[in-house]
């Protein structure tokens, strides 16, 4: 009877993982509803939020299907050290379309959105920051100096940057602190970009930098100076409000989808709105991808350009 048991257990411990991590979606879906439901919309957060999906039974079908795709985020990031890279080759052709990860992220979360990116021709590489509980400046360097080290090998003229969460924020504070770089257009997905009520919750000068009305926030305050999109979700259990992800004078979109704020890079409709939107705006798809981008180093950590497939 012993060995029946034992792979029973074994057996259960992804529905385990699962329970804890819809939990914790719910707790944290429950704080940011709680802290954010008494901040006022202005008039550009009211016009995108108007037909947001609302209602228990809504609330509770996004938190099921974000707690199910949080888990097998949680899965991609483990593995994403141990996986093998893809690279754009030297002269590759088109431009470079540069993902950034959130909050205590890494690259293997972008895994499925870049991919989607690169079967639509766009050569999309996913950056590991060197830690995501630095100041979003240092961050934001070291996005500078891999979008130069791309763009020098490839031949590319101009990069796309792409940020999740708190990604959205580095790519506009590179994009900001580096008007020589070449950036053609700017993409955030459910970002922060006035801020986050569970930032206080969070350790490190990022965590601090994604308070409302930080100082970091005011710095970066204003409409980005290239063609900017902004994805944003309803039922976003880590921006609060949610309404806080509307990246101010960009073009914006109200996902239809019932995704929290992980399970818009799982979406196939997302990826196939970026890929038509950077077409739209003037980004031209690479010709191919094959070996070799690496970075610089920077600040003591080697410095990494993955694509991951």
Not at 22 to 35: E, F, H, I, S
Not at 86 to 99: C, I, K
Not at 135 to 141: G, S, V, Y
């Amino acid at each position: 009877m012993g060995a029946p048991d034992g792979w029973l257990w074994l057996l259960s411990l992804p529905v385990l993982a699962w329970a804890l991590v819809t939990a914790g979606v719910g707790l944290t879906m429950a704080y940011a509803l709680r802290r954010g439901r008494s901040e006022p919309r202005d008039s550009e957060q009211e016009r995108v939020f108007a037909d947001a999906p609302r209602g228990a039974l809504t609330a509770g079908r996004a938190l099921l299907r974000e707690g199910t795709l949080q888990t097998l985020a949680f899965a991609l990031q483990a593995v994403h050290p141990f996986l093998p890279r893809q690279r754009l080759a030297a002269g590759s052709g088109g431009d470079l379309v540069l993902l950034v990860p959130g909050y205590l992220e890494n690259g293997g979360l972008l895994r499925p959105l870049a991919r989607s990116l690169r079967r639509r021709g766009y050569a999309a590489l996913a950056v590991d920051l060197p830690s995501t509980l630095r100041a979003l400046e240092e961050n934001a360097d070291h996005l500078a100096a891999v979008a130069r080290e791309a763009l020098a090998r490839t031949g590319s003229e101009r990069v796309a940057l792409v940020g999740h969460s708190m990604g959205g924020l580095v790519a506009r504070a590179c994009a900001q602190r580096h008007p020589d770089l070449p950036v053609g257009a700017l993409v955030s997905l459910c970002s922060p970009h006035r801020g986050t009520h569970l930032a206080r919750l969070g350790p490190g000068a990022s965590a601090r930098a994604m308070r409302p009305d930080s100082p970091t926030l005011r710095a970066l305050a204003g409409a980005a100076r290239v063609p900017a999109l902004s994805l944003v979700a309803a039922h976003d259990n880590i921006v609060s409000p949610a309404w806080s992800s509307v990246l101010p004078g960009a073009e914006h979109h109200l996902l239809e989808r019932l995704v929290g704020h992980v399970g818009a890079l799982f979406d196939p409709a997302v990826a196939a709105r970026v890929a038509g939107w950077l077409e739209a705006v003037g980004l031209v798809p690479a010709d191919a991808c094959g070996e070799g981008v690496r970075a610089p180093s920077s600040g003591g950590a080697r410095a990494r350009v993955d694509a991951r497939s």
